[in-house]
């Protein structure tokens, strides 16, 4: 059969009749052996012989709940790093030359901080179409590759990091000296 080729009965590949299917994916509120709390969980359930097989590394995939942990953890990390950075360069300044600065950040910041506001905003508004069942493709009569809201904040996220660590780059190099390069920083 399958044209000379013998196939080994243990294979990876092959499943068993009547076990279970690739778990691929879980619900926010699905609990599945525990994979909600797990760092880990395994991909495939093999239970042949009432052992376990050992599981490649493709088949062992990250919780989504811990990488969503994570990338809120990385976010903290670095909102925090920028403003240590931003109040100790600040802090730094005299008291006269302070206010006239935070005026001049103000001044270069504001717009960029505005933009990245109106593209959240924008998600926002797409995900109360979606939600409330409003064609809004058609009756704004866009093409078939229209950005859903989850692109729009992907585009919103970035937006949020580049910003305030442009800012806070201006704040650290104009307190330090800095003052040509400072100013490249909101260009």
Known sequence: MFGGLAVPANSPHLRKSGSRAVVSDLDEHEVENGAEEGFLYSGEVNDSKGGV??????????????????????????????????????????????????????????????????????GINLWFFAQAGVNYARIFDLDQNYLTHREI???????????????TAYIYLYSHGEVSYAASQPV
């Open 53 to 122: 097989a050992p599981i490649s590394a493709s088949g062992i995939m990250p919780s989504p709940i811990f990488l969503w942990r994570f990338k809120v953890f990385l976010f903290l990390v670095w909102a925090f790093i920028c403003c240590k950075i931003g109040w100790d360069s600040v802090m730094r300044m005299s008291a006269d030359k302070r206010d006239l600065f935070l005026y001049e950040a103000f001044l270069y910041f504001n717009p960029l901080l505005l933009a990245a506001l109106m593209v959240w905003l924008w």
């Open 153 to 167: 904040w992907k585009c919103a996220t970035w937006m949020t990091i580049i910003v305030p660590t442009s800012m």
